[in-house]
C-alpha cells in the first residue's frame, strides 16, 4: 500500500504494530516522525524509535532515554500536542459553570484509571470541602450517582459549590480554566494542559503501567509545580490537605509559575512543523525554534 500511496511522510506514536508500516517505509524512502508522550518510553516506543528518523518527545529526559534505541536520530523536545488553551475565558468559563465570584476552584480529576479512589476521597471530604472552595469533580459513570446524592445531602446553601460531572469532554477545557488547584493523575496529556494553563497541581500517579506516571509527575514536582501524594496514601484527609494549598497565596503563585515555565501550549504546532519539513525534504529546525514555537513565542 505504501508502495502504490506514496505518502510524503509518516507520523507514528510507536508500538508493535507500527513496525511492518515503518519498515516498508524504509526503502521507499519515506521519512518517518515518531512522537513520545512519557518520561520513560516502553519497549515497543524503544523497539520502534530505530525505524524512525526523527523523535519528538514531551520531555528532555525522554531523547536520552531513546539514545541507544535509535543513535544520531534528531530528538526534539517539543511537549505533548494539546487542545487550544490560549483563547481561554475564564471569567466567562466561570459564569457559564455558575460558580460563584472570588470563591477558589478544586478540580478533582482522576482520568480513565481507577477513579475509585478518588471519588471514595471526594466523597468524605465534600462536606468540608465546600465550606471553603467550589469542587468540580469528575466522577466516571460509575461513581456519577453516589456524586449526585452526596451533593443532595450537602446543606441547601453549599449544594451549588459541588459540580459534580460523569465526563467532562467538551467541557474539560472550561473545567481547567476556572480551576486554581488541579488534584489528579500523571498521564501525559493531563500534566500538558495543567502547564500550559499555569495550574498548581496535587498529582496522585497512577501506580501500575510501568511507573511511567510517576516519572512523568517528577517532572512537575522537581520543577516545584506540583506536589505528590502516592495512590496509596490519597484519601479524605490527603485531598483536603491538598485542598489546603489554597489557602496559601504565595505558595500557589509560585506552583503556578513554576507550570507556566513548563507549559507547551503549541506542542502541536511545534510538531507538525517538524512533520511538514520531513515531508518537503527540507532542512529541519533548531532545537531553540522548536522550543520557542512550542511554547508559543516568535521563533
Known amino acids: ?72 536520530r534528531p530528538c526534539y523536545v517539543t511537549g505533548t500536542p494539546i487542545r487550544d488553551t490560549r483563547t481561554v475565558d475564564r471569567q466567562g468559563a466561570r459564569l457559564r459553570m455558575g460558580i460563584e465570584p472570588d470563591l477558589p476552584v478544586l478540580l478533582i480529576f482522576g482520568g480513565s484509571q481507577a477513579v475509585r479512589r478518588f471519588n471514595a476521597a471526594a466523597a468524605e471530604a465534600l462536606p468540608r470541602l465546600v465550606e471553603r472552595v467550589a469542587v468540580i469533580h469528575v466522577t466516571g459513570d460509575d ?6 446524592a452526596a451533593r443532595d445531602a450537602l446543606p441547601e446553601d453549599r449544594r451549588a459549590r459541588y459540580l459534580p460531572h460523569a465526563f467532562l469532554r467538551e467541557d474539560m477545557l472550561s473545567a481547567l480554566a476556572v480551576a486554581d488547584l488541579v488534584v489528579g493523575r500523571a498521564g501525559s496529556s493531563t500534566l500538558a494542559e495543567v502547564t500550559a494553563l499555569r495550574l498548581p497541581m496535587v498529582v496522585v500517579p497512577y501506580p501500575h503501567a510501568a511507573g511511567h506516571q510517576l516519572a512523568n509527575a517528577r517532572q512537575l514536582i522537581d520543577a516545584g509545580a506540583a506536589r505528590l501524594v502516592d495512590d496509596a496514601d490519597f484519601d479524605a484527609e490527603a485531598l483536603l490537605e491538598a485542598a489546603a494549598i489554597l489557602e496559601e497565596p504565595t505558595v500557589l503563585g509560585a506552583m503556578a509559575a513554576a507550570a507556566g515555565r513548563l507549559g507547551r501550549p503549541a506542542a502541536a504546532e511545534a510538531v507538525a512543523d517538524l512533520v511538514l519539513a520531513a515531508a518537503a525534504r527540507e532542512p529541519l529546525p533548531d532545537q531553540q525554534v522548536v522550543d520557542r514555537r512550542s511554547r508559543g513565542l516568535r521563533a
Not at 516522525?33 to 523497539?47: C, D, K, Q, S, T
Not at 528532555?60 to 543513535?71: E, F, H, N, V
Not at 461513581?143 to 449526585?148: D, E, H, M
Open 1 to 72: 500500500m505504501l508502495a502504490v500511496e506514496r505518502p510524503a511522510a509518516i507520523f507514528t506514536t510507536g508500538g508493535y504494530v507500527a513496525v511492518p508500516v515503518l519498515m516498508a517505509a524504509a526503502p521507499l524512502g519515506i521519512p518517518v516522525i515518531l512522537w513520545e508522550g512519557n518520561v520513560v518510553p516502553g519497549r515497543a516506543v524503544r523497539a520502534t524509535a530505530r525505524l524512525a528518523d526523527v523523535l519528538a518527545v514531551s520531555f528532555a529526559a525522554t531523547c536520552a532515554a531513546l539514545g541507544p534505541a535509535a543513535p544520531g
Open 143 to 148: 461513581g456519577y450517582a453516589a456524586a449526585l
